[in-house]
């Protein structure tokens, strides 16, 4: 009797053990979406992920990943306008002028203003030879278009726009009709992949994508690239391979620039005047399961002589102390419960050891 007690005893504190240390399934995570050979995730807040891929004795890619729908944003930054320039732009608005202003610098605003603020990077191209500065292409900013952009005659048949709304992104081709005719609250313009930015040299690239990953006819996911050294070819492959629908080019060469949580992961001392902010969801997920222009001819000039330096210098990388997503698994997080059970069964063997002697 005593015997098949302790049994069941024992049998019933294994079992209790061994269902509190499963990993809650309701909120394990894995990716929905592919991730290229050799990249893995770095850090993951909610909504949005960041990946790295190391290259032998070359500077790393990364790449982020923002789920619109799960209330992640893109938010376009800027320097203080100095001059609004009405009437000077492509389309007849403006050809403001801003002043330039380091990453450190958005970084803070952006940290400052959004609790959950994730990486900053830069943005639009600009022209370097005047300060305060113009952008050859537009940007629009909570609804008010504060450029048209200078650069009319720039890359005509490869500018394109990235629209913004608070649940998903189009990339669609910019002209007067699509920039002045769209009802996204933020725009940044770029470049086409192909449009020729030194495309085949190893210098800092800056790419967008978007991806329609549910199919539902609206892109909820965005990519973003940034890296030290890529050809154009080598940046868009690597959005593609990640999803991506459509890419865009933003700034590269010496402008290319990126900080996560704090850490400067490509850097630079290149103040610019307009730059990308990263916000991860405000709230818990629980069933998550482009670069520089350069023209022959023309006036865009963000590449310097020193971008044209080899591979082979490394980058910042993330602290060891940045913090993983929330919601994932963790083994440590259930170890205490058999070291709390086992005074338990010792009290539980004791007990049963004594009733087996008064009774035999």
């Known amino acids: 009797m005593a015997e098949k007690l302790l049994r069941f005893w024992l049998v019933l504190i294994a079992l209790l053990i061994f269902v509190l240390a499963l990993p809650d399934l309701s909120v394990a995570q894995t990716s929905d979406y592919p991730v290229p050979e050799g990249f893995y995730l770095v850090t993951s807040n909610p909504g949005v992920d ?59 605003e952006l940290s400052t203003t959004y609790e959950d603020a994730f990486c900053v990077l830069n943005g639009q191209f600009f022209y370097m030879q005047e300060s305060p500065t113009r952008l ?19 890359f005509p048949d490869n500018k394109l726009l990235l629209e913004l709304w608070p649940d998903k992104a189009r990339i669609t081709p910019l002209t007067y009709e699509s920039l002045y005719g769209s009802k996204a609250p933020d725009i940044i313009a770029g470049l086409t992949q192909t449009a ?17 990953r549910n199919q539902d006819g609206t892109a909820e996911i965005l990519l973003i ?14 959005l593609h391979s990640f999803g991506a629908d459509q890419v865009m080019m933003l700034d590269g060469g010496g402008s290319t620039q990126l900080t996560c949580l704090g850490e400067a992961l490509v850097s630079s001392d290149r103040p610019i005047p307009q ?32 971008d044209d330096a080899p591979a082979g210098r490394s980058d910042a990388q993330i602290s060891a102390g940045t913090p993983s997503r929330p ?22 063997a004791i007990f049963v050891n004594r009733l087996r002697s008064n009774i035999f």
């Open 327 to 348: 919601d994932r698994f963790e083994f440590g997080n259930v170890i205490w419960v058999p070291l709390m059970m086992t005074p338990v069964i010792a009290i539980l």
């Open 225 to 238: 690239f940034n890296s030290k050294i890529s050809r154009q070819v080598d940046a868009a492959s690597v």
């Open 275 to 306: 730059a990308i902010g990263v916000v991860a969801s405000a709230y818990e997920i629980q069933d998550q399961p482009e670069p520089a222009v350069v023209a022959a001819a023309g006036e865009i000039t963000t590449i310097g002589p020193a």
């Open 50 to 108: 960041l990946y790295r891929k190391d290259y032998s004795g070359g500077s790393p890619d990364f790449v982020q990943v923002l789920n619109l729908n799960q209330g992640a944003q893109l938010v376009p930054l800027h320097g203080d306008i100095i001059q609004r320039r009405q009437g000077k732009g492509s389309y007849g608005g403006d050809d403001a002028a801003f002043t330039s202003q380091s990453l450190q610098k958005y970084w803070k």
């Open 196 to 212: 020729n930015k030194r495309s085949d040299r190893y210098v800092g690239r800056t790419f967008v994508g978007v991806d329609d």
């Open 136 to 154: 050859p292409f537009p940007l629009k900013v909570d609804n008010n278009i504060l450029s048209d952009g200078y650069g009319l005659n720039e």
